[in-house]
């Protein structure tokens, strides 16, 4: 089954506790990308990556990182995370161009005390 | 950057009744104008896409046009269901980036 998968779903961790959130996806995809969902103002994008070692920022990617070492995986890192990243956090994926449908995972709900 | 804003921020419609939402975007280089529909505690999922070659697309009951020289496309669902009831983006994209709007919550009241 064409799935994005993500880990964990929901997390509850604390100011300045490292954490990685995983993204895995099996259609051979080469665009992914991290965004981050809030009431009212939509999805942001955090950050993208149009192929392996090919990676750029999106809207908002201040206190994020990603890495883009295989073509299937695109992690998630939060070095010194705050809770002003308390959010709902999807991965998604698609084929190239950037013109057809981006396949979104099932969500990580984060929350930062 | 692009800028995408999405009006109305919520929409209640009887069953059977017609919903429009519009949106409006800031980059004349976007190209790609997607929709997508999330219910609630769900992902979204494409519903409905358009591409600037295109003024107008249906699909069944769903529709979406776009006037580029305004930059504003919209959505346009007929004979609602309670099934219809979801929050909606827009989005546009001007190459390797998609910027959503803010969303429409979507009531259909039976």
């Known amino acids: 089954e064409a799935q994005v998968t993500q880990n964990p779903r929901y997390l509850i961790t604390v100011t300045g506790k490292k954490l990685t959130v995983t993204c895995s996806q099996n259609m051979n995809h080469e665009y992914m990308s991290w965004y981050r969902q809030d009431p009212g103002l939509g999805l942001r994008q955090i950050y993208y990556s149009m192929n392996v070692e090919v990676t750029d920022k999106g809207d908002v990617p201040e206190g994020y990182k990603v890495s883009r070492k295989e073509k299937r995986n695109f992690p998630l890192i939060l070095e010194s995370p705050s809770p002003n990243q308390t959010s709902l956090y999807f991965c998604?994926?698609?084929?190239?161009?950037?013109?057809?449908?981006?396949?979104f995972g099932p969500g990580t709900r984060l929350l930062v005390l | 950057g692009e800028n995408v804003e999405q009006h109305p921020s919520t929409l209640s419609v009887q069953e059977g009744d017609s919903a429009v939402i519009k949106c409006t975007y800031s980059?004349?280089?976007?190209?790609?104008f997607p929709w997508y529909k999330q219910e609630l505690g769900k992902r979204p999922q494409l519903i409905i896409d358009i591409r600037s070659n295109v003024g107008e697309k249906k699909d069944q009951r769903i529709a979406v046009t776009l006037n580029k020289t305004a930059k504003h496309f919209s959505l346009h669902i007929t004979e609602t269901q309670p099934e219809d009831s979801a929050v909606y983006f827009c989005?546009?994209?001007?190459?390797?980036?998609?910027?959503f709007g803010g969303g429409t919550r979507v009531l259909v009241k039976p």
């Open positions: 989005a546009a994209s001007a190459g390797n980036k998609l910027t």
């Open positions: 998604a994926s698609s084929s190239l161009p950037l013109r057809e449908t981006q396949y």
């Open positions: 980059d004349s280089a976007s190209n790609y």
